[in-house]
């Protein structure tokens, strides 16, 4: 009998960020390749899953989640300027962020449709358009402010594209998308009658006093845009796997039927925390994010400065891609390696993030860290000799 494995090995091969995790944890460094964010977790968040363990939700819910999370969804969502969303309806909770986009390829888009992705991109956007049988197509992002041309979109479109995907505040590059861009991207969703996925799990990590549009705010687009985000980066659980995808009903049914399927359900215990999280944690909180974690940014770039590995400054979010094409090596794998060695600071080489070779001279840096953490990370930035 010959046995062998799927085509689809092909698609999800171990992504160049947990092979850096690896990596460091072997020679036992300082990672700022994963964006495991392993800041506080807030205790309301956590002594309420630690009760609803205890009062019995240990079971499975409702293949979309818990009543009580859907309605803190809802509730959070319209109180920071969001769509009003049907909490019954039109919210569907998932294994985190990536569970809720999965759930979503699988539900509207067939093989072979096409998906327009901003370069750089996260690569498990990539990787799950491509594991549910679409077709990723690129549009770049051009440094130093990652603006895009509405030109490049138009000569991408085909008559197999269904969707465009946006991540604001983005992973990698922390670009936060205007309103004007926004207003772009909507009018050619419309003009070319295509779904807007985005990815938004950052919003509340907005920097220099930029403010987080949710695209389906603008004008005509409810209707066609899925909204995808989560708690697993504003609570720092990234292990507890609770995200969720918001949308119109007709949409949200089968995205919901598809994370039964796959998911069955977010665990429950851990919905419960979340919920009471969403409803009783005050603006301040997140805005707490945004002063702490800009702060956090101007102290690694600064170690970059410092060394010749020049930063571009991120908007939002909590990564910085810095050139690090001084670094010895033929590529950003060997570069990225280099700094490792050299001084046990673990990043991602850039070429994650771009589908044809490109960003080899380039890597990305997280610094979603504790506070010590991160001073040992600068130290040792700033102690690299080239």
Not at 165 to 171: A, C, E, F, R, Y
Not at 176 to 196: K, M, Y
Not at 260 to 272: F, G, K
Not at 339 to 366: I, K, M, S, W
């Amino acid at each position: 009998m010959a046995l062998y494995l799927s085509q689809r090995r092909e698609w999800v091969r171990q992504s160049d960020i947990r092979s850096m995790s690896i990596e460091c944890d072997r020679v036992g460094g300082i990672n700022l390749s994963q964006g495991v964010c392993d800041t506080e977790v807030p205790e309301v968040v956590m002594a309420e899953a630690a009760l609803a363990m205890r009062e019995g939700y240990n079971i499975y819910t409702r293949y979309d989640g818990l009543d009580a999370l859907r309605n803190a969804i809802a509730a959070k969502v319209a109180r920071f300027g969001g769509p009003k969303f049907d909490p019954e309806r039109e919210v569907v909770v998932s294994a985190g962020a990536t569970g809720a986009f999965y759930c979503t390829c699988l539900a509207l888009l067939d093989p072979g449709d096409e998906v327009i992705v901003f370069e750089p991109f996260y690569g498990y956007h990539v990787a799950t358009l491509v594991a549910t049988g679409a077709v990723p197509v690129y549009v770049p992002l051009h440094a130093p402010d990652w603006r895009f041309d509405a030109a490049d979109l138009e000569r991408v479109v085909t008559p197999r594209t269904r969707g465009i995907l946006v991540n604001t505040p983005s992973n990698p590059c922390g670009k936060v998308f205007t309103h004007d861009e926004l207003q772009t991207i909507a009018d050619f969703s419309n003009r070319h009658d295509l779904f807007v996925f985005t990815d938004e799990i950052y919003e509340h990590f907005l920097y220099d006093g930029r403010i987080h549009l949710s695209p389906a705010t603008l004008p005509g687009m409810a209707e066609r845009t899925v909204t995808i985000s989560g708690v697993s980066k504003t609570f720092s659980i990234t292990g507890w796997r609770v995200g969720y995808a918001l949308c119109d009903a007709r949409l949200a049914e089968t995205i919901g039927h598809f994370n039964d399927l796959v998911y069955v359900c977010a665990p429950s215990p851990l919905q419960m925390g979340v919920a009471k999280g969403l409803d009783t944690l005050e603006p301040a909180y997140y805005q707490s994010l945004s002063d702490a974690h800009q702060e956090k940014r101007d102290r690694i770039c600064a170690a970059l400065v410092k060394v010749g590995l020049t930063p571009h400054v991120p908007q939002g979010a909590y990564y910085v891609l810095a050139d690090i094409s001084r670094l010895p090596g033929d590529n950003g794998k060997e570069r990225a390696m280099y700094l490792l060695q050299q001084t046990g600071v673990a990043c991602v080489p850039g070429e994650a993030f771009y589908h044809d070779g490109n960003g080899r001279g380039l890597a990305r840096f997280c610094y979603a860290k504790k506070d010590c953490d991160l001073d040992r990370a600068v130290a040792a930035i700033e102690s690299l000799s080239v």
